[in-house]
């Protein structure tokens, strides 16, 4: 948006000034929005699509500083997403469309978002649907629920055997999500994980920094053994697929 200051009053004709006039509320309102996150609302109230971005990228954009932590941005993304308003108008056509999905057979996927330091995508799984372990290389992510209920397991990978497809991974969490709430993970714990629904579920992905080629290409999938290496162990053999 356009920054008006006392010039631009100044050259602005009667008629201009009028309509303008009429527009401050809108202006006014827009900027309210789109800095809710600077403490235009009580901490802990919903905020909308607009602010929702705008405190993503902030956070987002730490990531190329040399005192960045992951952990640090996953926390402050999650508090975010926990008071997105999900009946915004601005995500209304994204969850048309993933509707439009039903009986695909298939996990439906609608981007929402794609900027420089990160990405937001909105997931549509039916009952049952699953995503097989895979991870996010050089990676953070934020999953929100917003809709359903979802299992999330999470894994570290413990030992990865020079050209050998075996590997070993140790599950570090297991949550069952319901809307409103969420999973992180970054580029060094929890990175690994897979997810299935219970019931028709909606999740909203936040990745940082987003997907790009080279991230695609080094990503990998897995076949988990469901059973652990012993009894009470936590470790997993894996085989990448």
Not at 26 to 31: D, G, I, M, R, Y
Request: hydrophobic share 35%; with cysteine.
């Amino acid at each position: 948006m356009d920054d008006y200051d006392r010039r631009h009053f100044i050259k602005t004709s009667l008629p201009g000034f009028l309509g303008l006039g009429l527009a401050l509320p809108q202006l006014t309102a827009f900027a309210t929005r789109a800095n809710a996150c600077q403490g235009r609302v009580p901490v802990g109230a919903s905020i909308n699509w607009d602010a929702f971005l705008e405190g993503v990228a902030h956070e987002a954009a730490k990531q190329h500083l040399d005192s960045w932590s992951e952990r640090s941005y996953v926390q402050a993304a999650s508090q975010l997403a926990r008071r997105l308003n999900l009946k915004d108008p601005g995500l209304e056509t994204a969850f048309q469309n993933v509707v439009a999905g039903l009986g695909d057979g298939r996990i439906d996927f609608e981007p929402l978002e794609k900027q420089r330091d990160f990405h937001v995508t909105l997931l549509q799984f039916e009952k049952e649907e699953a995503i097989l372990p895979h991870n996010h290389p050089e990676m953070t992510g934020v999953i929100l629920c917003a809709s359903g209920e979802i299992e999330v397991w999470n894994y570290d990978l413990l030992e990865k055997k020079e050209q050998e497809e075996e590997v070993l991974l140790e599950e570090t969490g297991h949550d069952l999500l319901r809307k409103g709430q969420v999973s992180t993970l970054t580029s060094r714990e929890r990175n690994i994980h897979t997810l299935q629904a219970k019931e028709l579920t909606q999740l909203i992905d936040i990745f940082a920094p987003p997907y790009d080629e080279e991230k695609i290409e080094n990503s990998s999938w897995y076949e988990l053994d469901p059973d652990p290496l012993q009894e009470g162990s936590r470790v997993h053999r894996a085989t990448l697929r």
